[in-house]
């Protein structure tokens, strides 16, 4: 089985506060999911080719505890 590197992308990252800004209010897994979401179609690939996902993440602390990568990549 061949690996290959298809895409990187980034979520937006820095101190939200309550109210101020578009993002406060989205949870940081569905940010990932939604980048997760737009590869297939920013690669070009069938997103049923995949077998696996490798995620990182810099800080899972708080609401990006419980193994946030993981989560997304099976809700995704």
Partial sequence: MDSYIIGAARTPRGKGKIGKGALTSVHPQELLATVLRALPGRAGFDVRDVDDAVVGTVSQIGAQGANI????????
């Fill in 69 to 76: 990568a993981r989560n997304t990549v099976l809700a995704a």
